[in-house]
Structure formats: structure tokens, C-alpha cells
């Protein structure tokens, strides 16, 4: 027998699911059960597939019993692939999901909270420990001679040894603690399965004793009798017609496939017919998979050819941008050796993917027209995936510039590009939106004082992705896109009078330019400005200075450095009365100070602060 401590980050996950869990212990079952079909499926497909896994008799069945006696047990046992010992050891004892701990380090000990989350990842296997407190898989891989028994009290460690099975598959029995007896009950099993498995695919027996009386009078006598009862439907849940299903079938259904603890937001569940042939039930959970921005996030889409599964690891079955979406896609069409390479290219999956592509989109959108409420809690958690599609489908932009939101100015909370549109000014020629990093900064930016005055919307842009993505949109119906950030947007607000006010300053800007040199890429009058002595912007084709910083921050090292247009106020009595000194010294201090400044509101960081610290110690002793 050989002793192994569970990775910390298992033990972590035990004790806050115990914790958090608890008052829905009974999910255990369902987990297992979850764990069984997938071993099933598995298993399936290789008999179908694999020439060394065809021979092999493949009886899918999972079977639960329980000991309602003294030393209370219940057992979920089933035929699927099994697992030897290295499987035990690495599947049972690490957790192999990229950014487990930090989703650790998130949970805050508040058992609400923290419930909520720990959905978001999955609590599989480990729910046992919330109702058991010894728990002994025995299994058996399928076509190796050798079983292993792997034992564990749930709290450091466990144990595997050699044990004997007859037949591939694994058996987990729970010997169950004060708080899971309750369970090792024929109707307490039976309601938990129908409630939770009812359509998982393959049947689930439950063996149970039944007393039996037989004979009259003093002559009965009481017989005990094993039965053995399918409690499940067992028809794959997407297969049926949805007007066979209700609601709670769906949600059921969903947190088997998904491990959720919670009700999806809502479901789309479609059987196509005619040239190709499928099945879709796609699922949006209600809160977004904690691995949703990490580059080996677990997609969360299984592909059926027939009704037998073929993968649960492919993460182009939908675009990347639809990674949050959960559920099933299952092919009439498809031939069921059809290999990974295959699959991206196969014609019937361009189809199926293309149509379900269009399906969710279209699905949304009417969910945005239909349900406010509802749509804004979508957006709060996928309005980011939302914006990847509008940089990376491009035949459905026009739907996803539709389905996207962003704040604003003229409102709290989000708002569409259609209602932007609904309120522009006559005049107005384009959208106008401000990139950078915290929204207060934003809001506050003297980049936006001409736009306030005049009353036009700007979308206010704080998301590191805008950046990125908003200069590849080009255009919202006709209108383009323009960035207040960068130096031609304020072009269109430009003015007789502000041409006229732009020559008589022309001297003074001059000197600003010459005095700061190669700090900046270019100084003007600036039409964008009310209270603001100065801002920068950057040039048409220029990265902003936001941009710049998010390209570093991601690894881009032998970038070049662009330099922002500094722009000046030309009503600004600063200006108005650097027009009347000579004083060079003074000239140069204020120039560098307005430049600094406007770097400073926009959220950098200066160079050299000491030096901006004597600049301003300097006019603060000519000031008093
Ligand atoms: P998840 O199911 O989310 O991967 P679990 O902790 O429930 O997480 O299970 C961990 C792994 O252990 C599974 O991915 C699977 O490889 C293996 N496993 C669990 N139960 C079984 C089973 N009944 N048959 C075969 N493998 C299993």
C-alpha cells in the first residue's frame, strides 16, 4: 500500500466545498453519477472507434446500492472506462485545471460568496467528502488486467493498493458520516436521481431489500427480497422533443454537464433538420467559468456524433469568443472516427458551427429586445467575450455591434450603439469614444470638456480590450468611429472663430514646441478644450499611450516609442498670458508643467518627477 498527499490546492478545494456546500450535500450524487456517464461515454466511443477497445463487451449500466444498517455505506458503481493506478493518482489527488489557485485565493471564507463561486468551477468528485468520511474507489481500466483500490478520509492524504475487480469499470463506495446517513435510503436515492439524472443517457439501476410477509396469522413470516430497479429515464435529455421537457429538465440537466451549482441564465435548444441533420442545447451559465480568460481554459461544448460522445476537449466547436457557452452539439452526419484534424475542416461541422454561431447571436439579441433585465446580466458577465468576436468574426459584426454595450456619458450603466445613434445631434458625423484606463479618469478627462459643452455623447471606453479592438470596427451602419483620443476627432468641431484664434496664437505655440523639443511629436491649438489649459492625444495612426502601455505589458519589448501631440487651450488665460512675457526661463518651466499635467490626468507616469517638482516649486516662489 502506498501513502500520497493530496496537491494543496485539493485540500484547499475540500474544505471550502464542505463548507460551502453543505446545505446542498445531496449534489454528491449527482457528481458521481456525472462522473460514471462520462466514464461511459468514454468508453463507448473507444469500443466504436479504437481497434484495441472493439472486443470489448461493453454493457453501459451504473448501478447504486446502499447498507442502511450500522456502518452506513451507499455505492455508485459502473461499467465505464476505469482508471489504473497512475489515473487514481493523478486524477484523484492533483487538480490539472490551469488557474485553480488563484480561484482559491478569490474565495473569501464567506460561505455565500463562496458558494456562488466554487460553481463557477466545478466540485466534482470531492463532494463525497461532504457527506462521507471515508470514501474507497475500486476500479478497473478498461483493457488491463490490474485493479486498484484508492482510499481516503478527505483531509491530506490517500492510498492506493492492489485490489481485484471483475470487470473494467469503477465502484466508489461512501462510507457515510452522521450527516450522510440520511442518503443510504431507497426514496431519498430514487428523488435525488430523478430530480438530478433523470436524462443522463445510459440506465441507472438501484438495488434495494423489500419485505416481503407471507403466510396468515401465526403463520407469517416476513421474507426479505433483493430487487434491482431502473430509476432513470436514461434518453439523452437534447435528443427529445422540447415539448416533452420542462424547465427544471433543463436546469437539471445543465449542472450535470456543466458541474454549476446554480440555474443556468437560460437555455437554446434546437434540432435542425434537412440537408444536415443536428442536435444543439446550448446553455449560458449565469455566472462566467472562472477559466474564462486563461489562454487553456476547459471548453464547455461535447460533441455527439449519433448520441455517442466524441469529445469534451475541442475548443473549436464554437468560436473562441463563445467560450462561456455550456452544452451539447450532436451530428447525425458526421462519421464517428472523424479525427480532431478532421473535425475543423469537416463541411458538415463548418455547417453546424456556422448555424449555432448565428442561433446564439440571433438568440441574444431577441433576449436584449425582450428581457432588459435579463440581457444586462448577460452583458455584465460576456460583454468583454462579446467585444473578442467584434475583432474576430467578422462576418457577424453588424449582430455583435448590435449586441454589444458600453457606458457613457450622457448615462449610467450601459447603453447600445442604436441608442447612441437615436440620441446623436443632427450634425453629429460619427460615433465618439474615449479609451483609457479607469473610467472616473475618463469621465473626468479634459479630452471630453468640448463634447460636454456642445452636448454630444462620448462611449466612455475602459476596457483594456477597446483599445484594441475599436480601431478594427471601421463603421456602426454608416456612422465611423471616432477616437477622442486621437488627434482628428476634434477636427470636427472646429469653428471660423477657433481658426482665427488659431493664428493669432501661433507664435506661442511655437515657442512650446521649441521648448519641449522631442518630448512631444507635435503642439497645437486644440478645439477640444473648455477649463483644460492643455491635453495630449495621439497621432491618426499612432497607438494611444494606453495601448502602448497594454503592449508592453504583454511582452512587445522592441516597440518604438510614440510620442503624444500635445494640445493647448488657446482661451486659456495661461496662454493668454504667456503671450505677454519674454521671460524664456518662465516660458520653458510652463511649458514642460502644461505637458506634464496633461500626462498626469490621463493616468501616466512622469519621467523624471523631481524635475517637475523644481518646475513647479520655481512658479509657486514667482506666484507669491
Ligand atoms: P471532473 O469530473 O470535473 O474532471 P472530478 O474531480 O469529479 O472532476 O474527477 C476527476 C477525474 O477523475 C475525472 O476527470 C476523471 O478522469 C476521473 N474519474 C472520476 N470518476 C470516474 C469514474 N467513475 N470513472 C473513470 N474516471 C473517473
Excluded at 463548507?19 to 456525472?34: Q, V
Excluded at 437555455?267 to 443536428?278: K, S, V
Excluded at 477640444?528 to 497621432?539: F, K, Q, T, W, Y
Aim: with cysteine; charged share 35%.
Amino acid at each position: 500500500m502506498s501513502e500520497y498527499h493530496f496537491q494543496t490546492e485539493v485540500s484547499q478545494l475540500l474544505d471550502i466545498i464542505i463548507h460551502s456546500l453543505y446545505s446542498h450535500r445531496e449534489i454528491f450524487l449527482r457528481e458521481l453519477i456525472s462522473n460514471s456517464s462520462d466514464a461511459l461515454d468514454k468508453l463507448k466511443y473507444l469500443t466504436l472507434t479504437d481497434e484495441k477497445h472493439k472486443n470489448i463487451k461493453f454493457e453501459p449500466r451504473i448501478d447504486i446500492s446502499f447498507d442502511g444498517k450500522d456502518h452506513k455505506t451507499l455505492t455508485v458503481s459502473d461499467t465505464g472506462i476505469g482508471m489504473n493506478r497512475q489515473d487514481l493518482i493523478e486524477q484523484l489527488g492533483t487538480i490539472a485545471r490551469s488557474g485553480t489557485k488563484n480561484f482559491l485565493d478569490q474565495l473569501t471564507g464567506d460561505v455565500k460568496k463562496d458558494s456562488s463561486l466554487i460553481g463557477r468551477f466545478g466540485v466534482g468528485f470531492y463532494s463525497s467528502f461532504m457527506v462521507a468520511d471515508k470514501v474507497e474507489v475500486i476500479s478497473r481500466k478498461a483493457g488491463e488486467e490490474e485493479a486498484f483500490r484508492w482510499i481516503s478520509d478527505g483531509k491530506e492524504s490517500f492510498s492506493v493498493e492492489e485490489a481485484s475487480r471483475e470487470n473494467h469499470g469503477t465502484t466508489v463506495i461512501l462510507h457515510l458520516n452522521e450527516d450522510g446517513k440520511e442518503f443510504a435510503n431507497r426514496w431519498e436515492i430514487e428523488s435525488i436521481v430523478k430530480k438530478y439524472s433523470n436524462h443522463i443517457p445510459f440506465p441507472i439501476f438501484l438495488e434495494y431489500e423489500e419485505t416481503k410477509y407471507e403466510g396468515k396469522g401465526d403463520k407469517q413470516r416476513e421474507k426479505k427480497e433483493r430487487k434491482v430497479e431502473q430509476i432513470n429515464t436514461a434518453s439523452a435529455l437534447w435528443k427529445r422533443p422540447k415539448s416533452e421537457l420542462t424547465d427544471e429538465d433543463y436546469n437539471e440537466f445543465y449542472k450535470i454537464i456543466s458541474h454549476d451549482t446554480e440555474d443556468p441564465l437560460f437555455y437554446i435548444h434546437t434540432h435542425a433538420e434537412g440537408t444536415i441533420e443536428y442536435t444543439t442545447l446550448f446553455y449560458i451559465p449565469k455566472k462566467a467559468p472562472f477559466d474564462m480568460y486563461y489562454p487553456d481554459y476547459k471548453p464547455g461544448v461535447k460533441l455527439y456524433i449519433k448520441r455517442v460522445f466524441i469529445t469534451d476537449d475541442e475548443k473549436e466547436l464554437l468560436p473562441t469568443y463563445l467560450r462561456f457557452v455550456r452544452g451539447i452539439i450532436d451530428s447525425e452526419d458526421l462519421p464517428l472516427n472523424v479525427s480532431r484534424e478532421m473535425l475543423q475542416q469537416n463541411r458538415v461541422m463548418v455547417n453546424i458551427r456556422t448555424a449555432s454561431v448565428k442561433k446564439l447571436l440571433g438568440e441574444f439579441q431577441s433576449l436584449s429586445e425582450s428581457n432588459p433585465d435579463k440581457y444586462a446580466e448577460f452583458i455584465g458577465e460576456y460583454n468583454r467575450p462579446l467585444k473578442e468576436g467584434l475583432y474576430s468574426d467578422f462576418t457577424n459584426r453588424e449582430t455583435l455591434l448590435e449586441l454589444v454595450r458600453f457606458k457613457s456619458t450622457e448615462r449610467d450603466g450601459y447603453v447600445s450603439l442604436a441608442e447612441y445613434k437615436e440620441r446623436m445631434k443632427d450634425d453629429q458625423k460619427a460615433i465618439y469614444y474615449i479609451t483609457g484606463d479607469r473610467e472616473e479618469n475618463l469621465r473626468n478627462s479634459p479630452l471630453l470638456e468640448a463634447y460636454k459643452s456642445r452636448g454630444i455623447e462620448v462611449l466612455i471606453m475602459d476596457d483594456d480590450i477597446d483599445e484594441i479592438v475599436m480601431p478594427t470596427v471601421g463603421k456602426y451602419r454608416d456612422l465611423e468611429f471616432k477616437s477622442v483620443n486621437r488627434s482628428s476627432a476634434a477636427d470636427d468641431l472646429k469653428t471660423e472663430k477657433d481658426k482665427k484664434r488659431e493664428k493669432e496664437i501661433k507664435p506661442i505655440i511655437q515657442k512650446i514646441k521649441k521648448a519641449l523639443g522631442d518630448k512631444v511629436k507635435d503642439v497645437k491649438a486644440s478645439t477640444r478644450l473648455n477649463d483644460s489649459p492643455a491635453c495630449i492625444v495621439a497621432d491618426e495612426n499612432d497607438p494611444t499611450i494606453k495601448l502602448q502601455q497594454i503592449l508592453k505589458a504583454m511582452g512587445q519589448k522592441d516597440m518604438p516609442e510614440f510620442k503624444p501631440i500635445l494640445e493647448i487651450n488657446p482661451n486659456h488665460e495661461i496662454v493668454g498670458k504667456l503671450m505677454n512675457t519674454d521671460d524664456d526661463a518662465l516660458i520653458d518651466d510652463v511649458s514642460h508643467l502644461l505637458l506634464e499635467q496633461a500626462l498626469l490626468v490621463e493616468g501616466c507616469e512622469l519621467k523624471k518627477p523631481s524635475d517637475f517638482i523644481k518646475r513647479l516649486n520655481r512658479i509657486m516662489v514667482k506666484a507669491i
